[in-house]
């Protein structure tokens, strides 16, 4: 039997989420916990990133409780195609990795005779694996016949016509 009155102290619990540059990323969970009892909090989701602690958990000290847990941006596969105006492949895939937001350019490579339709592959990272196709057409060349005597003067009007890059 316990005789007269006692109080069961309550400490609080703060937990910050911010990002790895130290800027807010969900706001703080503050809670009042009874000492001596449980506590766990889940890390909420954050769609590109991944938090440092998926929980903060403990036993409730006789004291206030504060904690940090950091946000990093998760790293996706970004994957260039570089093909013919047939489909057939003109280069080989570029891959990289690249954080989540990150802004990302792939220069597209030369190809003798061919002209991409983008000569970079530009954009900011989904949170998700990302494919880009850049699609090579070939180059026109005019090929021009001046017919002429040995004097320099006209034996026939010229022949001018446009090929594809390596056709005969």
């Known amino acids: 039997e316990i005789k007269g009155s006692f109080t ?3 400490y609080t619990v703060t937990v910050h989420y ?3 540059d130290g800027t807010t990323a969900a706001a703080d969970k503050v809670e009042t916990v009874v000492f001596d009892t449980n506590y766990n909090f889940a890390s909420p989701a954050i769609t590109g990133y991944t938090p440092d602690k998926s929980a903060v958990s403990g036993t409730m000290p006789a004291a206030n409780v504060e904690e940090t847990v950091t946000y990093t941006a998760n790293e996706y596969v970004l994957t260039v195609h570089y093909v013919y105006a047939d489909g057939t492949t003109a280069a080989d895939d570029k891959t990289e990795n690249v954080a989540y937001k990150d ?3 792939v220069d597209s490579p030369a190809i003798t005779g061919y002209t991409p ?3 970079a592959v530009t954009g900011e990272m989904p949170a998700s694996d990302h494919e880009e196709t850049v699609t090579y057409t070939v180059n026109k060349y005019t090929l021009t016949i001046h017919y002429v005597y ?4 006209e034996a026939k009007p010229d022949y001018v016509a446009e090929y594809d890059y390596n056709a005969d």
Do not use: E, H
């Open 117 to 119: 339709d983008r000569a």
């Open 150 to 153: 040995s004097d320099k003067s």
């Open 8 to 10: 069961i102290n309550s």
């Open 18 to 20: 911010v990002y790895a």
């Open 103 to 105: 802004s990302y350019s």
